[in-house]
Each structure stands twice: as C-alpha cells, then as structure tokens.
C-alpha cells in the first residue's frame, strides 16, 4: 500500500499479466511464444510502442484500491475507456448505507497553494504561513460545523442518503475499485503525472506509477522514453 496525502493511499488489489504477456500476445502473429523476456523481446515491446501496435498492452490489466478525496475520484471517473466501469464495474463505498466513518481531507497549513498568475487552472507556490495556518483551521471548522449538522440530521430520522446533503463532500475520502487494462493505465498517466493535472491527483498517479513500474518494467521504460 502506498499513502497519499493524508489519509489516502493506493494498493494494487490485482494484476493479470506481466511485460512477457504484451510479448506474447504479438508474437502469436507467428505463432511464436517466449518463456522467458529476452533482449529480443526487450526491443519487440520499444518496437510496439514507438509504432502505436497497443492492443497487446490491453491482454494486461490492473486493479486498483484507492482511497481518496472525492474531488480526486470525479476526475479519475473520467477514465472510461479500456477501464472497467464502461461495463459498470466502478465500485465505491456508499454513503447511502452509512458504509464507513467520515474522513476528510485536510491540507496541513503549508500545504495551501495559490492561484497562479497566467492561467484559470492549476495553482501556483504556497500561500503565505499566516494565510497558511488561518485556512486549515476554517476547513476544520467547517466540517466540524458540517458534521455536527449531518449528525443531527441522523438522529431526527433522516435518511442516510439524504443527510449526507450536509457532508462537505469535495474533500471526503471515498473508497473504490478501479481496474483497467495496462493501455488505460498508462494513458491516466501520461495526463495526470502532468504539471497542468491537480496537485493531489499526480500523488495519486505517482503511486500508481510505482506499481506500473514494479510490474512492468520494460513495458512502462518504453513507454516513458516514448513520452
Ligand atoms: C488537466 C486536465 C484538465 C481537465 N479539465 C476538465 C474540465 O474542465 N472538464 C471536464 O469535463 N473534463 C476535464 N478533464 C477531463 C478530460 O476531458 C478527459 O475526460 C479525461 O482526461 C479522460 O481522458 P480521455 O477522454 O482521453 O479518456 P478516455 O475517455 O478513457 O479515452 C481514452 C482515449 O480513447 C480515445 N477515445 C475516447 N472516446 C472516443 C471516441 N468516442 N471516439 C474515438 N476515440 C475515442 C481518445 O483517444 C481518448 O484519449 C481534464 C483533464 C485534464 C488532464
């Protein structure tokens, strides 16, 4: 498991092949099979990157437990082709059933960033400290303030799948199973390891990255020296 941000981290929950898979599935062309990764089939997988051959990469996959904000998962849920929740298969924990307790993400006071000068999205450096230290606080009050409300609303009888209304629900941690051929991995990637992706979705693509490494080496330095 690798942590993200406060709270939140990434753990690969699956993995269905290996750099010897995308090997394999084109050389059955010629109905050729390696057993094990040669130099060879080092330079046949640099061969099919650099010509755009990618469905060998999709006879791999990948599945992905991730616990983040929800403001992260909003725009992870984008990802629709070649991941499987085109077929329906996103899952996430459900507030509607009170599933797990309440989490939030919080910047700590030096974690604040600025609005940047030449452009409408993204951020520039921190804020100042002062600045810094004044914004985790009304955060925490916020959602002490927010949960108080919801708790209430819990206890008048309301039901869980409305009450949530009071959650302030950007920066609440949600849990969900994403899993997605190697090809769709690797094209999250190449947007939100990005310097224009949202800060907290690169952490969150930097541990998967790591994954991506660690399971297919060659596959994923091809892939970066093609970038
Ligand atoms: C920095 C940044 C800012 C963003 N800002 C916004 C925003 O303000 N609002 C917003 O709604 N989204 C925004 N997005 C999300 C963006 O629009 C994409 O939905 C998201 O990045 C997923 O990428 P994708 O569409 O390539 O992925 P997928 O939908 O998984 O598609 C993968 C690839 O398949 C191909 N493809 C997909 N559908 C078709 C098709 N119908 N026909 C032919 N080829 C297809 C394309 O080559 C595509 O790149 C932003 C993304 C980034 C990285």
Redesign the pocket.
Same mark, same amino acid.
């Given at each position: 498991m690798i942590q993200v941000l406060d709270r939140g981290y990434v753990r690969l929950e699956n993995k269905m092949g290996s750099d010897l898979t995308i090997v394999n599935s084109a050389r059955v062309s010629y109905d050729k099979k390696s057993e094990e990764l040669t130099e060879k089939d080092k330079g046949l997988i640099r061969f099919l990157i650099r010509e755009g051959h990618t469905s060998p990469l999709r006879h791999a996959m990948m599945t992905f437990e991730i616990y983040a904000p929800l403001m992260v998962a909003r725009?992870w849920w984008?990802?629709?082709? =070649?991941?499987d929740h085109t077929m329906d298969s996103w899952n996430e924990s459900s507030r509607r059933y009170l599933s797990e307790d309440e989490h939030f993400y919080i910047p700590g006071s030096h974690e604040w960033r600025g609005k940047p000068a030449n452009s409408k %999205? =993204?951020s520039a450096g921190p804020v100042d400290t002062i600045l810094g230290i004044s914004l985790t606080d009304n955060l925490l009050r916020h959602i002490d303030s927010s949960m108080e409300l919801y708790r209430m609303a819990l206890e008048d009888g309301v039901a869980p799948e409305q009450a949530r209304l009071f959650l302030p629900a950007y920066g609440m941690y949600v849990r969900w199973y994403w899993t997605a051929s190697l090809q769709?991995v690797l094209?999250?990637l190449d %947007?939100?390891l990005?310097h224009?992706?949202?800060k907290e979705i690169q952490l969150y693509a930097e541990a998967v990255e790591q994954y991506v490494t660690r399971e297919f080496p060659e596959v994923y330095q091809a892939w970066r020296d093609q970038r």
């Open positions: 725009q984008k990802y629709v082709v =070649g991941s %999205q =993204g769709a094209h999250f %947007q939100r990005e224009d992706a949202q």
